[in-house]
Every structure is written in C-alpha cells, then in structure tokens.
T-cell receptor, first 110, second 116 residues
Framework: EDQVTQSPEALRLQEGESSSLNCSYT??????LFWYRQDPGKGPEFLFT???AGEEKEKERLKATLTKKESFLHITAPKPEDSATYLC???????????FGTGTLLAVQP | ETGVTQTPRHLVMGMTNKKSLKCEQH?????MYWYKQSAKKPLELMFV???????ENNSVPSRFSPECPNSSHLFLHLHTLQPEDSALYLC???????????????FGEGSWLTVV
C-alpha cells in the first residue's frame, strides 16, 4: 500500500537550533514529493516539489532533499515564525494521487 | 486577492440543516478539489473536478454533494450531516488534474465545519 509517514509527530526547538523533519514514503513510481506549511486554522501553503533522488531545493531557512526512500526538510537557525505544521505528500502509485502524511508540528521558542 | 478563497471560514450547523461551502480560484486553473482534514489524520481527497466535470468521487457519502458550475467556482452542498463530519474542509486547485503531469495543488484557507 502506498504510504507517507512523517516524523517526529511534534518537535520543539529553541530559536537558532537547527534540525530536520523526516518524510518516509513507500509510493511506487513516485512522480513528485511535495512539502507544505500549514499555520493553525489555515490551509496548507505550498513550499517545494522534488522530483528525483538527489534533488534539493531551498527557500530562506528551509531546504528540502530527496532520496529514493525519504525526504528531509532541514530548518537552519529557525525563528519563532517558522512554527507551523509541515506536511509532506507524495504523488504516484497506481492512481497517481497525492498521498499525504499526518504532518510534523514544529514549535520554535524564542 | 489570494489564489483560492473559501467562504464561510467557520460554519456551525445542526444535523437537519442544509448549508453550502463556496470556493473560488483566481489562478486560471482547470482542476478543483475538495479535501477533508480531521485531527491526527492525513488529508482525505473527496472530489476532483476537471474542466467542471467530476472525475473523481472517493466513496464520499451522499450527504456531501459537490457542484462545479465553471472552472473557477466549486461548491460543497451539505445536508443531514453527522457530528463526525466536523472537520476542516479545504478547497484546492491545480493547472491540470492530479492524475496527470507535474502539478502543484494550491489550497484555500479552509472552512471549519462543526456539526451539532
């Protein structure tokens, strides 16, 4: 069964403390790995799409990487405004649908 | 204006009520979607419309009835809902349906639904 698993479920960091969020996938024939940010009470905001192993993309303090089994969202020197839930989704499988993980809730304390 | 706008943002309805959620996209996309987001669960795809034709219905109960009058507007008509239907309902759009091409899906802010 095609699946996307995110870890940890929740992460608390001090401001400036770099870390990584993990997204493991078992999606056959992956056609894209997507990262979204979701603030409380709002819809997901698109961050990155990665298409092939080895690909990397950056935006401000965030960098997303992709291997054949997982993706990482690296957060460098986070600030409190980076606090949000980060969602990962893979497209592929028999139906080519987007399969979402349950997200990682990130809290960055000043 | 944001790319995908949803109204209302919050809705409380009784189990015998009839209400509708509205979505409008200003991105010139051809595909629109309804997703359901419940606590601790992954986003669940409910319906897909491509060029205002429904192309997917993921076994959604008939108490949820979608309508897509054109490529820019999408409605979700609600009637005789159950308390377990309380969730965040997200509208989204993409250039082409998710089943084809390298598409990015863009979401609206969501409509919080509480069924009492």
């Amino acid at each position: 069964e095609d699946q996307v698993t995110q870890s940890p479920e929740a992460l608390r960091l001090q401001e400036g403390e770099s870390s990584s969020l993990n997204c493991s996938y078992t999606v056959s024939g992956l056609r894209g790995l997507f990262w979204y940010r979701q603030d409380p009470g709002k819809g997901p905001e698109f961050l990155f799409t990665l298409y092939s192993a080895g690909e990397e993309k950056e935006k401000e303090r965030l960098k997303a990487t992709l291997t054949k089994k997982e993706s990482f969202l690296h957060i460098t020197a986070p600030k409190p405004e980076d606090s949000a839930t980060y969602l990962c989704a893979g497209r592929g499988g028999a139906t080519n649908k987007l399969i979402f993980g349950t997200g990682t809730l990130l809290a960055v304390q000043p | 204006e944001t790319g995908v706008t949803q109204t209302p943002r919050h809705l409380v309805m009784g189990m015998t009520n009839k209400k509708s959620l509205k979505c409008e996209q200003h991105l010139g996309h051809n595909a629109m979607y309804w997703y359901k987001q419940s606590a601790k669960k992954p986003l669940e795809l409910m319906f897909v419309y491509n060029f205002k034709e429904q192309t997917e219905n993921n076994s959604v109960p008939s108490r949820f009835s979608p309508e897509c009058p054109n490529s820019s507007h999408l409605f979700l008509h609600l009637h005789t809902l159950q308390p377990e239907d309380s969730a965040l309902y997200l509208c989204a759009s993409s250039q082409d349906p998710i089943t084809g091409g390298r598409n990015t899906i863009y979401f609206g802010e969501g409509s919080w639904l509480t069924v009492v």
